[in-house]
């Protein structure tokens, strides 16, 4: 399953909506047989990153998304959750 553009407007962030949200998210991927759940984030993105560190996701790679990108080191992370290991 791929999480795709996960976002919480500013005027209600920092109420752990985030992580209510993304741990709707493995439940739905644990309840229909996922094996895991993907996703990328930018290396600007911090609390992103922190976000689903904190939920047990892992990095698994790093990319640059062009020519351009990889001159300014401008990453893209990929992150993966194995959902039959089990959510925090």
Do not use: W
């Amino acid at each position: 399953l791929e999480l795709k553009r996960m976002s919480v407007s500013r005027e209600h962030r920092g109420r752990g909506l985030a992580r209510a949200l993304c741990r709707e998210v493995l439940a739905f991927a644990r309840a229909r047989g996922y094996g895991s759940v993907v996703l990328s984030t930018s290396v600007v993105q911090v609390a992103a990153q922190r976000l689903y560190e904190g939920q047990g996701f892992r990095r698994v790679g790093t990319v640059y998304p062009s020519l351009l990108g990889a001159l300014l080191n401008f990453q893209i992370f990929q992150y993966r959750y194995d959902v039959g290991e089990g959510a925090k």
